[in-house]
């Protein structure tokens, strides 16, 4: 009888482990145009410096170059990022930090197989928001802080095993402190996200500057 209850209960912690597993919704990577600071997951990632025996100048930013220490191998995508400018830690999701409220984002399909990105969103969280936030995407104004895009296929070979695509979308908000973005495939139609996403961008409201500014003053906006 004892036997036969412990296999009910593990029956019981499988089928809930397979419903959570079927409903999870996954992230993409997705990064701005613009110029970004790329703050890292330190349980992920950690940064080598020139001199040490894993660092590759080709991938450096200064002296630095991030290093994917649980795949053992240089994060390729994330240098996919065509302005990045520096590095912070921080603990849970990596993000892309920027400082403007009208630039480009591309959702990046990058991963180690061919696949196509379905039910492809993407999710708006406004920070301290005092009005209803705008927002316009592709040039398409909408009421609702989630977006529906087309399907990207994933198909080219990126070299080292990898295949990438990625598809380009202008984004232009308003009415809140800041905004995260996170890129997701909304599997049972809700319009929410569930999870935690595996890379967002936090774009900061940026008041327009009225006098003069430096590279420096510029820079120390993504120190913050």
């Known amino acids: 009888m004892l036997s036969t209850k412990k296999g009910i209960v593990l029956a019981l912690f499988l089928g809930l482990a397979w419903v959570g597993s079927a409903f999870a919704e996954q992230s993409?990577?997705?990064?701005?145009?613009?110029?970004?600071?790329?703050?890292?997951?330190?349980?992920?990632?950690?940064?080598?410096?020139?001199?040490?025996?894993?660092?590759?100048?080709s991938y450096a930013v200064g002296n630095l170059m991030l290093w994917d220490r649980i795949e053992q191998r240089i994060p390729y995508e994330i240098?996919?990022?065509?302005?990045?400018?520096?590095?912070?830690?921080?603990?849970?999701?990596?993000?892309?930090?920027?400082?403007?409220?009208e630039f480009d984002v591309v959702i990046d399909g990058f991963g180690d197989a061919q696949r196509t990105l379905g039910n492809?969103?993407?999710?708006?969280?406004?920070?301290?928001?005092?009005?209803?936030?705008?927002?316009?995407?592709?040039?398409?104004?909408?009421?609702?802080?989630l977006v529906h895009l087309?399907?990207?296929?994933?198909?080219?070979?990126?070299?080292?095993?990898?295949?990438s695509d990625t598809s380009l979308h202008h984004i232009v908000w308003s009415g809140a402190t800041a905004m995260?973005?996170?890129?997701?495939?909304?599997?049972?139609?809700?319009?929410?996200?569930?999870?935690?996403?595996?890379?967002?961008?936090?774009?900061?409201?940026?008041?327009?500057a009225t006098q003069a500014t430096t590279w420096g003053s510029v820079k120390a906006l993504y120190r913050k």
């Open 79 to 101: 240098y996919e990022t065509p302005q990045l400018i520096g590095f912070e830690p921080t603990t849970g999701t990596s993000e892309f930090i920027v400082y403007t409220e």
């Open 120 to 145: 492809l969103c993407l999710r708006f969280y406004p920070y301290s928001a005092v009005t209803n936030p705008s927002l316009t995407v592709d040039g398409v104004a909408s009421d609702r802080l």
């Open 28 to 57: 993409y990577l997705l990064y701005p145009t613009v110029p970004t600071v790329f703050r890292y997951d330190v349980n992920r990632y950690e940064l080598v410096s020139a001199g040490e025996s894993k660092f590759n100048s």
């Open 180 to 208: 995260e973005i996170v890129a997701f495939s909304d599997k049972d139609g809700d319009g929410m996200f569930e999870g935690t996403p595996a890379y967002r961008i936090v774009t900061h409201y940026a008041p327009v």
């Open 150 to 163: 087309d399907p990207l296929d994933v198909v080219t070979p990126l070299g080292n095993g990898f295949y």
